[in-house]
């Protein structure tokens, strides 16, 4: 048993109370940890989305209800409103509606903020964001933003930053990307494939960050950590925390919010994994336990939290357009800070002696043991090492997709699974490979199927990599049944 | 407080047609891992496509029976895509697999791109699919008291469906005892206990893995059904958090025992109706709103279920010789 081999010493079985006292411990902390946050709930912006705006004899309404091409409500988009009564936003909530209240008539500018829509989702007419209205008080002005397909095409002679409407889109998409018979919905644009090529390479990298960690615990400890998903989560929400809850700059509360997640790692492994290990607890045991604890984690935060979504930052990003494709900065400095991560997780693997512990111990965990390196030390600074880059990658994966919430890690779970499995189990630049492939399969799957079903297409892969090459791109080819 | 009342629903929750549904959704599980050790996480897959199977197939005119075959045939086809291939790998892959097909069951199902087939995410209503079940009830319809507990007899969450629900699970209890005590069953514990050793036996490990799967994941479908019945096909509330509700009843109760999901469900919604019907009562909303007792509950649940596996793994019924979870 991997476990025994693990613990050399697991046949004595620590007193009752102090497993339980450590166990306490780690409730406890995480408890304070969110009690923290509690208070400000009352008065801080619970609602997710913006009350709903009643127009009156000093009070102009601008609304609009914002759908994806699929007509699914788009939950959490921000929107802009300049004009004469100054400076507003809003976001839409959880059927898509937003409004705005001004308390003056005259011209606004209504300004949606694309980073903020889904992935994938772009202007069925970007030249219309942003548009202006004319508001008068006491009434009601719509402002609507179509999401679909853009009008226009990016063929070979497409010049402009912006595409522009062309009757002739579909003639050139057909000859950027063969046709796919039976391809639904918004058509197949060089433009929308650049820039949903671009934002899979930004999903996937970002995605790394989570799955490497579970690829590493995978690696040294044998256990699939089915509570990955909430550490990714804990990272947003400590970072929307501190920006929207204490006040904090999002650097600051960024680095607060990866710190805490890498010490709730340290925490887990001292007071919940390494006592299991050493009771001789069985590796599907603990996978159990991590279920259990995914479950008690998700509905704390939920509790705390409430349903919605949370926005780690409310203004508005600003966009650069390269070529074809609109991304904004932020989205460019959080590619660039995963990239230097994920070079610095390679680093450590590959040129620190701790790293190469790390990878023998995840290669032969006896051999390692027999060779003087200590095991369990190794798993302490992997389960750090996992829990805090997960954080990083649920602040940079919330501040991507406009906001986090109790389930955002919850739902890339399996699409971690499905990275580190077609990445080879335990092999952490597997999952690196991975992240990117599912990235890709994702973003790129929506100009086939309909925008929601996309992260099946990731599970799909699962299922197929399993069946024909069940050890990853990366893996080892053992056997593995 | 009221305890009278309390006490009265919560006893409701010994019979309900929900308890009776998770039982024998248990009791599927219960064949993929009490018995052979197969890591099913997506035992809520298994009863989704059966609620899917039964409702538009009865929507689109099909007799009772014919509906639930689909059921049936729906999952038996999912475990066969499931099984191939995972079943000849560690059991773990089979976990992350499962899963992973429950999930896109829900996300397919709730996509608005099938709106006119499924309901998208607002899913379909038991008004559509409810009739042929209740048409074929053999009772008047008006309603039946039997001490506090009145209910309709035929009408949606009616004594029809009670009966009909603990009859189902019965038969499904009678049937995990028959074959565990069957050569079949032998097979099985043999592969849960040791696999190698029952290849060595001359035995297709395989296909009687394959046989566990497809019996398994049909009773869960069947259990599906149950479940929606009394209410509507909703893809969001049949996802992963009900496969780790499933698990809980089954560690709860004993796994690789006859009675233990049936205790299991019994026990685990009696007790979580007796902390939200108390929270509910004692503590003001101004401290807790009441979707925050409903979560308080789901916490207490995953706690539990770490507790169980960690200090009781064969639950209340089990034996612990008897079930050697860490055999692969």
Known sequence: ?481 | MDWTRILTNVAGEFFAPTTAAYALAAIGLNIHFGLTGLLNMGQAGFMLLGAYGFAIATIAGWPLWAAVLIAIAAATIFALILGIPTLKLRGDYLAIVTIAAAEIVRLVGRSTALTELTGASSGLRGNQYKDTFQDASPFDDGTWALGPFEYAVNASNSWWIRIVGWVVVALACLLVWLLIRSPWGRVLKGIREDEDAVRSLGKNVYSYKMQALVLGGVIGSLAGILYVLPRAVQPDSMGRSMTFFIWTILLLGGAATVFGPVLGSIIFWAVLAIVKLTLRDVVPTTILRSEQIEQFGWIIVGVALMVLIIFRPQGILGDKKELAINAH
């Open chain 1, 1 to 481: 048993m991997r476990s025994a081999v693990l613990d050399p010493g697991g046949t004595t079985t620590p007193p009752l109370a102090r497993r339980i006292a450590a166990l306490l411990l780690l409730a406890l902390t995480s408890i304070t940890l969110l009690l923290v946050a509690t208070p400000a709930r009352a008065q801080g912006p619970v609602a997710s989305a913006t009350a709903a705006c009643v127009a009156d004899a000093a009070t102009g309404c601008i609304v609009g209800t914002l759908r994806t091409a699929a007509g699914e409500p788009v939950v959490g988009a921000v929107l802009d409103v300049v004009g004469p009564a100054g400076d507003l936003t809003a976001t839409s909530d959880a059927t898509g509606r937003w409004s705005v209240a001004v308390t003056e008539a005259g011209e606004y500018e209504v300004t949606l903020d694309v980073a903020t829509i889904p992935a994938g989702e772009t202007l069925r007419d970007p030249a219309n964001n942003p548009r202006t209205v004319a508001v008068a008080l006491g009434a009601s002005q719509a402002a609507l933003f179509p999401l679909g397909a853009p009008a226009g095409g990016g063929g070979g002679g497409d010049t402009g930053d912006e595409p522009s409407d062309s009757p002739t889109t579909d003639a050139e998409g057909g000859a950027a990307v063969p046709e796919t018979p039976g391809s639904t919905g918004s058509g197949v644009t060089a433009a929308r494939v650049a820039q949903l090529t671009v934002n899979g390479l930004v999903f996937g990298t970002l995605l790394a960050l989570a799955s490497v960690g579970l690829s590493l615990i995978y690696g040294t400890t044998g256990l699939s950590n089915f509570a990955h998903g909430e550490q990714v989560s804990l990272g947003g929400i400590l970072a929307y925390v501190g920006t929207q809850l204490v006040g904090l700059p999002l650097i600051p509360s960024a680095i607060i919010a990866v710190a805490l997640g890498a010490a709730t790692g340290w925490l887990q492994d001292a007071g919940l994994w390494k006592p299991l290990r050493r009771r001789g607890v069985g590796m599907i045991q603990q996978m159990i336990v991590t279920i259990g604890l995914s479950m008690a984690i998700s509905y704390v935060f939920q509790f705390f939290f409430g349903a919605g979504p949370l926005r780690i930052v409310t203004d508005t990003p600003t966009s650069v357009s390269i070529g074809p494709v609109r991304i904004t900065t932020t989205t460019l400095w959080s590619l660039a800070i995963a990239a230097i991560v994920l070079g610095g997780v390679a680093f450590f693997l590959l040129g620190t002696r701790a790293g190469r512990a790390t990878r023998a111990v995840a290669d032969n965990p006896a051999l390692a043991a027999a060779s003087g390196i200590s095991v369990n030390g190794m798993i302490r600074i992997v389960w750090t090492l996992g829990a805090g880059l997960a954080a990083l990658g649920g602040v940079l994966i919330g501040l991507y997709f406009g906001a986090t919430s109790w389930y955002s890690g919850g739902a890339l779970l399996l699409l971690m699974f499905a990275a580190v499995t077609l990445g080879g189990l335990g092999a952490a630049f597997g999952a690196l490979a991975g992240s990117i492939v599912i990235g890709l399969v994702v973003e790129l799957s929506s100009l086939w199927i309909p925008t929601d079903m996309r992260y099946a297409s990731a599970l799909v892969i699962l299922i197929l990599v399993l069946l024909v090459r069940p050890q990853g791109i990366l893996g080892r080819a053992t056997r593995v049944g």
